[in-house]
């Protein structure tokens, strides 16, 4: 749990404070300092009676009482510290620098352990071990340099990497990037970066709150709470943007259908995001830039007016927006035909809008009035403005800034030179702007902000009854309990028939008609074995196809249907440990495994949330029909998805489910094959 004395205390005291600022205790005693924390200040050091000017004490038993202590001592000695501290002194709080805990050895996770129930027993909360400290308004608790100034409108950072903070720190800072707050949770012995964000969700402030997030995990320690309090703090108005290293194959390689060669903990991550409406971000650059474009204001709609006086970026930026799904419309009619006398000839006006190379800042201010108010079909503003080097550009990123305080659509400023104009650069930062170096960096993280999903995670009170699935031991279902089971959620099922017997093939195959599809029962891979005949066109070859697969080793029967024709279409459910239920859907048949088109979110699922995965496949095109074919009903897709969904709260011992090929005609959807696994 965090609390006030951890964000706020009143005194702090450094366990293993130095006067050498090359060790973690000198450096953060030493930032403590410079950042001119107000409170009471002490350091423990048995060798010294003043430590950089203030006072020590050579033992934790002689302290007065403290809020928090920060310790930067040997791994060893934190635990007898710890409990003088939480048990004489009245410490609520903790930060733990060092290192050789939980990271290192068994032993050293049994020492956190110990360090955590001491500090709980006692109401304290605990940021590390393992860990460069906390940076908020109240002081700068960390052994690390840069040490940023804190804006109350930049961005919180909360890493369960020290060395990434510091590094994301460092991207961001030469760009303008300002922070509210940096937390590095380290091993998250008590509280992780999950913990951290509940406690910003629990006492939002409208008012003062920073609106940003940045988030850097390794690990998902509780997935629902990151879900819940990330899609809260987002329908606050917060914009959260997140990287999630150490991706996971294990799943694949231990996977017994195409639901779970898909699924991972990576995937988990990636559909917690969607729901939670996060940006995912795979580098620290990009996560930057991201920060850097939800900074901004953001536009109301995807129009784009791309303003330059140099060609080639803006032909880069334009690609970038295009293949983001944003636009860059053409700039017509006489408000532009007005616009282009009033620059040099030459000038292009189409958009993006070249005003060449000898370009003053009197036009540029031109051109930013008229897509502000003469051209209705633009939404925001890019503009790109470097220099050669041979004159100053003070009066450019001047009117840039001025005109990014007085217009209502968003302007996002280009300035590539940052080495013949990094004093004007400078200044254009110092006035609390932030810097986008690369336009096609730029470009991308705009398409990642304005074309994120969700949230679409609500908070709901779910009935879970495992008693029918209860009934049947561990492993795949048998197809007639399969069938019962998917019928109850109200997802159509093709008429079918498990037959042991020749007879019982026959009888059935005269009821249903020709064409059928016979498969074997028992085998997970079935068409791998050839445990699947399609297009059985007479009783003779009834016959046939039923000796042929009772051949199969570990055969015993068979499962007769008619054979359907449509689109191929893929669902599936797989529960991941953390997680939850996964929910896939996809293109069906060979193509999920060879195209790998899908998209998966977490259960529980809503309409809005099913279609929007529908709607993202990359084979959507097909659904819509093409080519003389009709399309697919998809708002019936979405209807299976959520039946899917509402199975895995009703029986939550389902471990995986695959519907794999649906049959889409244009007004219906049948399950043909359905595997349903049970893991208690």
Do not use: W
């Amino acid at each position: 749990m965090i609390n006030e004395k951890l964000l706020n205390p009143g005194s702090i005291v450094v366990i293993g404070g130095s006067d050498d600022t090359r060790k973690p205790g000198g450096r953060v005693l030493e930032n403590l300092i410079k950042g001119n924390y107000a409170g009471r200040l002490y350091v423990v050091n048995p060798k010294a009676d003043r430590v950089q000017g203030i006072r020590s004490f050579h033992d934790v038993k002689d302290l007065p009482r403290v809020d928090l202590a920060i310790l930067a001592i040997a791994a060893r000695f934190t635990l007898p510290a710890v409990e003088v501290l939480a048990r004489e002194k009245g410490v609520k709080a903790f930060i733990i620098l060092s290192a050789g805990f939980g990271e290192e050895s068994p032993e050293g996770a049994e020492l956190e352990k110990q360090i955590v129930r001491v500090i709980e027993e006692n109401g304290g909360a605990l940021i590390g071990p393992n860990c460069i400290g906390v940076i908020t308004p109240a002081y700068s608790g960390v052994f690390t340099t840069p040490v940023p100034k804190l804006d109350p409108n930049g961005v919180t950072l909360i890493s369960g990497s020290g060395a990434t903070a510091v590094f994301i720190v460092e991207a961001g800072m030469p760009n303008g990037l300002s922070f509210a707050a940096v937390y590095s949770v380290g091993n998250s012995a008590q509280n992780g970066v999950e913990d951290v964000l509940a406690y910003m969700d629990e006492h939002f402030d409208p008012e003062n709150s920073s609106k940003v997030i940045l988030l850097y995990l390794e690990a998902i320690h509780d997935p629902l709470s990151l879900l819940r309090h990330a899609s809260s703090l987002v329908r606050k108005g917060y914009r959260i943007a997140a990287v999630k290293a150490g991706t996971s194959v294990a799943g694949s390689l231990a996977a017994s259908s195409h639901t779970g060669a898909m699924t991972g903990s990576d995937e988990a991550a990636a559909a917690l995001f969607r729901k939670a409406g996060i940006v995912r971000c795979y580098s620290r650059e990009e996560l930057v830039t991201v920060a850097g474009v939800m900074s901004h204001p953001l536009p109301e709609g995807k129009n784009f007016a791309v303003i330059t006086h140099a060609g080639g970026p803006a032909v880069m930026l334009t690609d970038t927006l295009s293949e983001e799904g944003l636009h860059v419309p053409p700039l017509t009619g006489p408000a532009a035909e007005a616009l282009k006398d009033k620059l040099f000839p030459g000038s292009s006006v189409k958009n993006p809008v070249d005003f060449l190379a000898t370009g003053t800042a009197e036009q540029l201010g031109y051109i930013i009035d008229a897509c502000e108010k003469d051209f209705e079909n633009i939404d925001a503003m890019v503009v790109i403005f470097g220099s050669p080097g041979l004159f100053p550009v003070d009066d450019v990123y001047d009117l840039l800034d001025q005109k990014m305080k007085s217009c209502r659509k968003p302007i996002f400023p280009v300035l590539p030179s940052v080495i013949n104009v990094k004093r004007e650069i400078e200044n254009f930062i110092a006035r609390g702007r932030i810097n986008f170096p690369d336009e096609v960096v730029l470009g991308r993280a705009l398409g990642k902000v304005l074309n994120r999903p969700g949230p679409f995670f609500e908070e709901k009170t779910i009935e879970k009854k495992e008693k029918v699935v209860e009934d049947f031991p561990e492993g795949y279902l048998n197809p007639f309990t399969v069938h019962r089971l998917l019928t109850e959620a109200g997802i159509p099922v093709v008429k079918e028939k498990v037959c042991n017997s020749l007879q019982e093939a026959l009888a059935f195959a005269r009821e249903m008609g020709f064409p059928a599809v016979m498969k074997a029962v028992g085998l997970v891979h079935k068409s791998d074995a050839g445990g699947v005949i399609t297009g059985i066109a007479s009783e003779k070859e009834v016959e046939e196809s039923f000796g042929k697969i009772m051949q199969i080793e570990g055969v015993d029967s068979v499962l007769l249907q008619p054979m359907l024709q449509g689109t191929e279409l893929f669902a599936g459910v797989k529960r991941e440990p953390g997680f939850g239920h996964i929910v896939l859907c996809g293109l069906g048949g060979i193509f999920i495994e060879v195209l790998r088109d899908y998209m998966a979110t977490l259960a529980p699922l809503e309409e809005e949330e099913a279609l929007y995965l529908i709607r993202h496949l990359k084979g959507y095109k097909l659904f819509r029909g093409t080519r003389g074919k009709p399309g697919i009903d998809e708002r019936a897709f979405s209807r299976i998805l959520m039946a899917l969904a509402r199975m895995t709260e009703k029986y939550p011992a389902i471990a995986e489910i695959d519907l794999n090929p649906l049959l889409a005609e244009e007004n219906r959807i049948t399950v043909v094959d359905a595997r349903i696994r049970i893991e208690k």
